[in-house]
Structure formats: structure tokens, C-alpha cells
């Protein structure tokens, strides 16, 4: 009933930057937090940053000073601007989203995630 849309990643240069966006569509009613996670080879899914639906961000350490989240509540879309791009950064970036969904009049809530999208930084 919901979806998560990715784009953006791609090859970049350390030091270089790339955007990322996420579209939610579907029967939704509101969106709460949206968030970027990513999953490097080998490793485990880690929080890269989140939003609240009134703009109050969380990133983690590795990022912080180099990654920027936004969003459009106008668009359902949430960014991810990502400056200083370092080898590390590697990875398949993941959408979430906490979102309330109508259908005939009844409510329900949702944690979809998206496709993800491959960035990869090379040295």
C-alpha cells in the first residue's frame, strides 16, 4: 500500500558529493519519522540519519558535518545530501518510513522500506 523510491547513488570520487532522494506513495495519510540507513559488504544495516515530520534530525557520528537530511511533506520525499564522500561511505543506502496509511476509512500503520540505492566511493 506504500512505497518507497529511491535515487540518486552512484560511482563518485572521495571528496565528491551525491544526492540522494526518496519518494513515499500510496494511500497514505500522514508520515511521521524518515530516515537513511545503509548496509556496507559483510557489515550489518546502521542508522545513517533520521527527520521527524517537524524537521528535528539525528545523524550518526561518522556523518555528522559531512551529511544533510531534509524532507518535502509537500512531496512525501526525504533527502540525504552527502559532501566529503569518503571510501567508507560505501554502501547500499536504505528509505524508512513510519507511515499511517488509510484505506475505507480505516487506519494503519506501516514501516516500509525501499529498494535501496548503491553508492560507492572511490579512493
Known amino acids: 500500500q506504500v512505497q518507497l523510491v529511491e535515487s540518486g547513488g552512484g560511482l563518485v570520487q572521495a571528496g565528491g558529493s551525491l544526492r540522494l532522494s526518496c519518494a513515499a506513495s500510496?494511500?497514505?495519510?500522514?508520515?511521521?519519522?524518515m530516515g537513511w540507513y545503509r548496509q556496507a559488504p559483510g557489515k550489518q544495516r546502521e542508522l545513517v540519519a533520521t527527520?521527524?515530520?517537524?524537521?528535528?534530525?539525528n545523524y550518526a557520528d561518522s556523518v555528522k558535518g559531512r551529511f544533510t537530511i531534509s524532507r518535502d511533506n509537500a512531496k512525501n520525499t526525504v533527502y540525504l545530501q552527502m559532501n566529503s564522500l569518503k571510501p567508507e561511505d560505501t554502501a547500499v543506502y536504505y528509505c524508512?518510513?513510519?507511515?499511517?496509511?488509510?484505506?475505507?476509512?480505516?487506519?494503519?500503520?506501516?514501516?516500509?522500506w525501499g529498494q535501496g540505492t548503491l553508492v560507492t566511493v572511490s579512493s
Open positions: 527527520i521527524s515530520s517537524v524537521g528535528s534530525t
Open positions: 524508512h518510513a513510519e507511515v499511517l496509511v488509510t484505506t475505507t476509512g480505516s487506519y494503519r500503520y506501516l514501516e516500509p
Open positions: 500510496g494511500s497514505i495519510f500522514s508520515i511521521n519519522a
